[in-house]
């Protein structure tokens, strides 16, 4: 994550560089393994250990330098831009959960749904507004709240509903025609979106269809014992809006601004809270977002130091050296976009970055430039989708209230994924598009 002046800047490949990243998994997952709890380390302190270790072993000179380096990765746009839409999504939920929005959706869907059904439903809905959208954060700050009220009234997990949104929020990421994701890998392997999309979805498909029964499964030991309250129209309206809105392209803060409006307008008129309960709400919403916004900002300049001190250049140069066959160059495709993702927490950005070097591999082997484009796409949300300091995990976590290892036990979608387009490498499917254009 790089502005434009320093994206040019940068040292030899160096694999001494991806040190601050192996600090960070070490402190924040191993630790919380070890201790049994994943509230022991915070992940706000491992970040600050592993950008400490970024910062002091930096090649930039000077100790101010570095630390200018760093702010610079921080303050990147793409950084920023996540930065506001926390602090909008984070108002927007508490003000609709003030208002009694939360409760009158969740009341809505559980009086349409069977309680074996209302996991798939929601991941089937999830399905449908990110392929419409072509965001998962968009579609992970609509539907969490609602996922989180239906958990707390059927006895399921919070991390568990939270991880039915991300999946299915992936799911749409992965495939939408306006997702930032289908265009730059088609942009990079020079094909249509549209025949890019008839090879993703043949892979991406039957794994959401497996996604979906799981959930049924899982489902299954919900029963309709509890007891649904009146269904609030008015009150389900701010959500509604947010949705079509979404579904209907308008950019995701507007689409914020016009549910924190309309929300604070319905609270108001049905006597939820006054103006000033309304300004409560939105500075607590605000508030909560806090440690995710610290993470965000910590992420993007220690990411910014590995790029810099060629821990990314170092991966490329190591994944492309030994290619032999038209599987192993289309494994090294898979290896390549994954590892710039891990190194970036942005899929888009791990996309622009790594898809050049991946349509010299896909020439040099004859991968059809569909299936290069396809497979791009499909490892940087698989790893997007399960990164604990990623987006979406942060964005599901902050919005309920848990830690993001937690949500990724339940991330079948991304997990079955990754699965099945190493299967499809393996054996050459879709045939139609394996092998020579």
Known sequence: MTDLNSSRLHHAPNPWALTPLVVFLLSYLVVSIIAGDFYKMPITVAFVIASVVAIAMSKGGKISNRIEQFCRGAANSNIMLMVLIFI???????????????????????????????????????????????????????????????????????????????????????????????????????????????VNIRIALPIAILTGLLYVLIGSGVGSG???????????????????????????????????????????LTGGFDIWGWNASMGLGITNMGELI??????????????????????????????????????????????????????????????????????????????????????????????????QLLMAAGLGHVSPIEIMQYLYYPYLLGVGALLAITFNYPRKYAGDC
Do not use: H
């Open 88 to 198: 909008l999504a984070g108002a927007f939920a508490q003000t609709a959960k003030a208002m009694g929005a939360v409760d009158a959706t969740v009341n809505l869907a559980m009086s349409i749904l069977p309680g074996n059904l209302l996991a798939a439903g929601i991941f089937l809905a999830a399905c449908f507004i990110s392929i419409s959208v072509g965001t998962s954060v968009g579609t992970i700050v609509a539907l969490a709240p609602v996922a989180v009220g239906i958990a707390d009234k059927t006895g399921m997990p919070d991390a568990l509903m939270l991880g039915v949104v991300v999946s299915g929020a992936m799911f749409g990421d992965n495939l939408s025609f306006i997702s930032d994701t289908t265009i730059v890998a088609t942009r990079t392997q020079g094909c249509n979106m549209n025949d890019k999309f008839k």
């Open 226 to 268: 509890y007891e649904t309250g009146p269904i609030e129209w008015i009150k389900v309206l701010p959500y509604l809006v947010v949705l079509v809105t979404a579904i209907c392209g308008v950019n995701v803060m507007m689409v914020l601004i016009a549910g924190i409006i309309l929300s604070g307008i319905v609270g108001l």
């Open 294 to 391: 610290i993470v965000t900002l910590l992420a993007g300049g220690m990411l910014e130091m590995i790029r810099y001190n060629g821990g990314i250049d170092w991966i490329i140069l190591k994944l492309t050296s030994r290619i032999r066959s038209t599987k192993g160059a289309e494994g090294s495709i898979a290896a390549l976009i994954s590892f710039a993702n891990l190194c970036t927490a942005n899929n888009t950005i791990a996309l622009i970055m790594a898809g050049p070097i991946a349509k010299d591999i896909a020439d040099r082997f004859k991968i059809d430039p569909r299936r290069s484009a396809s497979l791009l796409d499909i490892f940087s949300c698989f790893v997007q989708g399960i990164i604990p300091y990623g987006a």
